[in-house]
């Protein structure tokens, strides 16, 4: 059974475990090898079936019928008032924080309106991590987050495939982006887990409309997602948007290990971080 279970984040609803995990393995093989003279071992520690993904995206992946493919063709007017106006102006100071060639938003800005939404969009189309996704698509990542918190049914079977892919045997969880969420609810949820690294990377779970809502609720710390001895490691990339709050451990505690890390232009991409030398050894001192 696998030793490592990978989470992926939001926008995969076209993908599969299979697909995901033909991306996500040679690449952490990379990692583990940057991280060799670290770490002392081996990128073979990582045998071929000794890596699998969690999938969740096809519960996000709208009913297929004849003639339409693809996610549903939204425009600046479906980002609705709430949760998906407040991230989305979240992403645009976060965007603009680390990208000088991203106008922050005014302090009187309010994403209320379709105007103001596809304001907030346009600027956020011109900086480099936002710059590679289309509207819609960004528009449909905004409603995967929020359908996650607000969807209890959901929720429920989202982290269930993650506790599923969890065995007796699973050392790792490496989680991306949304992944994130998921994977800490879904170990905290799974009492007496031999999970020995939790692995984050492009995590949202600093940020304040998220970790707000996490289950279980923070009071007013987030619970550690296993017992004293799991090793919990979070990487973000300075310039990712997504990953807006770079040190959890105001959040989760001093046992976080926080890493900063450059991905170039790909500064949100899970295979940028896979390769990064201190995310190989933070999995390899969980194999180890």
């Given amino acids: 059974m696998a030793r490592v279970v990978g989470v992926h984040g939001v926008g995969k609803q076209l993908l599969g475990e299979e697909s995901l995990r033909s991306q996500w393995r040679p690449a952490l093989a990379d990692g583990l090898r940057r991280a060799e003279a670290v770490t002392g071992t081996e990128p073979g520690a990582l045998e071929e079936d000794g890596f699998a993904m969690a999938f969740y995206g096809d519960l996000f992946r709208p009913p297929g019928h004849m003639l339409a493919v693809g996610d549903p063709a939204y425009t600046a007017a479906d980002v609705e008032d709430g949760f998906e106006a407040e991230l989305l102006l979240a992403w645009w100071r976060s965007a603009a924080e680390g990208d000088a060639g991203v106008a922050p938003p005014g302090g009187d800005t309010l994403v209320r309106s379709p105007r103001a939404a596809q304001t907030a969009l346009r600027a956020l189309s011109r900086s480099r991590f936002f710059s590679r996704i289309a509207l819609r698509a960004l528009v449909f990542d905004l409603k995967q987050v929020h359908r996650y918190l607000a969807d209890p049914e959901l929720r429920v079977r989202v982290r269930r495939r993650v506790q599923t892919a969890i065995t007796a045997d699973t050392r790792v969880v490496i989680a991306h982006s949304l992944g994130s969420v998921v994977a800490y609810e879904a170990l ?20 304040r409309m998220i970790f707000d809502r996490l289950e279980p609720a923070p009071s007013p710390s987030g619970l550690w997602p296993g017992p004293e001895s799991l090793r919990w ?15 959890l451990r105001p959040y989760f505690g001093e046992d976080v290990r926080s890493a900063v890390v450059h991905n170039g232009s790909h500064a949100h991409d899970a295979t940028a971080y896979l390769t990064d030398r201190l995310t190989g050894a933070a999995v390899a001192r969980g194999l180890a």
């Fill in 233 to 247: 490691t979070n990487v973000a990339d300075e310039g990712d948007a997504v990953a807006a709050v770079k040190d």
């Fill in 188 to 207: 905290c949820a799974l009492p007496g887990h031999g999970v020995r690294a939790l692995v984050t990377l492009g995590s949202p779970l600093g940020m």
